[in-house]
T-cell receptor, first 109, second 117 residues
Framework: SQKIEQNSEALNIQEGKTATLTCNYT??????LQWYRQDPGRGPVFLLL?????KEKRKERLKVTFDTTLKQSLFHITASQPADSATYLC????????FGTGTRLQVFP | GAGVSQSPSNKVTEKGKDVELRCDPI?????LYWYRQSLGQGLEFLIY????????KSGLPSDRFSAERTGGSVSTLTIQRTQQEDSAVYLC???????????????FGSGTRLTVV
C-alpha cells in the first residue's frame, strides 16, 4: 500500500538557519507533491506544489525539491524565523491527496 | 464565501448517537474532500466529490460513515451510531479542478472536533 514518511521527531533549529524537512514515499507514482503548513487548532494551509516533471520550485524563503527516482522531496525554509514554527505536511496525489503525518518545526530565537 | 466554512466547530456526542457535520466550500470550487485527523496523526482521506461524478468513497472506514453533496455545493458528513474511536477532527477542503489536479492546493476549513463520550 502507499506509504508516506515524514520525520516524526520535531526539528529544532535556531533563528536564521535553514530548516530542511524530508518526505519519502513508497508504492506510489504521484503526479504532483504539495507541502502544507498546519498550526494547532487550524486546518492545513497550502504552501507549494511541485509536479513530477519538475526538480525544484521556489517561493520566497521556501524551496522544494522532488526526486522521483529516490521517491523523496526536501522542503527548505531559509533564514528561518520563530513565526515559521508549525507542523509541515507533505502530500502526494493525482486526483486526491494522500498526506504524511507531518514534521513539527520549532524555530527558537 | 471567502473560505471553507465548517460547522459545528466542536461537537460532543454520546456513544451510539448519530452526528452530522457540515461543510460550505468556496463558491465555484467543484471538488470537495473530507479528511479526518486523530490526535498526533496525519490526515486520513475519507471521501472526495468532483462535480457530478460519482464520489470516491474509498476512504470511508465503515458503513456507518456517509456523505452527500447537495447542488454541487454544501456537503454533509454523517456518522451513525458513533463509537469512541470516531473521535477526531474532521476536516473539509475544496479546490478548483485544476488546483486539485496539480496547479494549486486545497483550501481547508478549520475542522469540526468530534468527541464521542
Amino acid at each position: 500500500s502507499q506509504k508516506i514518511e515524514q520525520n516524526s521527531e520535531a526539528l529544532n533549529i535556531q533563528e536564521g538557519k535553514t530548516a530542511t524537512l524530508t518526505c519519502n514515499y513508497t508504492n506510489y507514482s504521484p503526479a504532483y507533491l504539495q507541502w502544507y503548513r498546519q498550526d494547532p487548532g487550524r486546518g492545513p494551509v497550502f504552501l507549494l506544489l511541485i509536479r513530477e516533471n519538475e526538480k525544484e520550485k521556489r517561493k520566497e524563503r521556501l524551496k522544494v525539491t522532488f526526486d522521483t527516482t529516490l521517491k523523496q522531496s526536501l522542503f527548505h525554509i531559509t533564514a528561518s524565523q520563530p513565526a515559521d514554527s508549525a507542523t509541515y505536511l507533505c502530500a502526494l496525489g493525482r486526483d486526491k491527496l494522500i498526506f504524511g503525518t507531518g514534521t513539527r518545526l520549532q524555530v527558537f530565537p | 464565501g471567502a473560505g471553507v466554512s465548517q460547522s459545528p466547530s466542536n461537537k460532543v456526542t454520546e456513544k451510539g448517537k448519530d452526528v452530522e457535520l457540515r461543510c460550505d466550500p468556496i463558491s465555484g470550487h467543484t471538488a470537495l474532500y473530507w479528511y479526518r485527523q486523530s490526535l498526533g496523526q496525519g490526515l486520513e482521506f475519507l471521501i472526495y466529490f468532483q462535480g457530478n461524478s460519482a464520489p470516491d468513497k474509498s476512504g470511508l472506514p465503515s458503513d456507518r460513515f456517509s456523505a452527500e453533496r447537495t447542488g454541487g455545493s454544501v456537503s454533509t458528513l454523517t456518522i451513525q451510531r458513533t463509537q469512541q474511536e470516531d473521535s477526531a477532527v474532521y476536516l473539509c477542503a475544496s479546490s478548483l479542478v485544476a488546483e486539485g489536479q496539480g496547479r494549486g492546493g486545497y483550501t481547508f476549513g478549520s475542522g469540526t472536533r468530534l468527541t464521542v463520550v
